[in-house]
């Protein structure tokens, strides 16, 4: 008897979160749906010490980078799963010969996280 009150609780409590969730989801705001969303968007200061240690990465890093471009957005961040994707005009190639200057291409960013 026990165990069918308890089970009875436990599913109580579960249909009452699920409720309250889905009823607390509508005041989400898609910030995205916006098309000026990214003029509200502020670059937050780094620390100097996380600062030198990025450029101490990218200064061992970007060697082994196969493609280095100057590019233009030309349309918002589509959100993907777990990838970002953005149409950028290629405007300068710093390093790489699989691509040209004026070319639109996606520049694709991948939500991994990397402990380097």
């Given at each position: 008897m026990k165990y069918r009150w308890g089970i009875?609780?436990?599913s109580i409590t579960i249909l009452a979160i699920t409720v309250f969730g889905m009823?607390?989801?509508r005041t989400y705001t898609d910030v995205s749906q916006d098309l000026s969303?990214?003029?509200d968007i502020h670059v937050a200061q780094?620390?100097?010490n996380l600062c030198l240690s990025e450029a101490e990465y990218m200064s061992i890093s970007l060697p082994a980078v196969p493609i280095i471009i100057r590019a233009s957005a030309l349309d918002n961040v589509e959100h993907i799963g777990g990838t970002?994707?953005?149409l950028v005009k290629v405007e300068e190639i710093y390093k790489g010969v699989d691509i040209k200057a004026e070319q639109d291409v996606y520049i694709i960013s991948y939500q991994a996280i990397d402990l380097h």
């Open positions: 009875c609780l436990a009823y607390e989801k969303y990214l003029d780094l620390p100097e970002s994707r953005q």
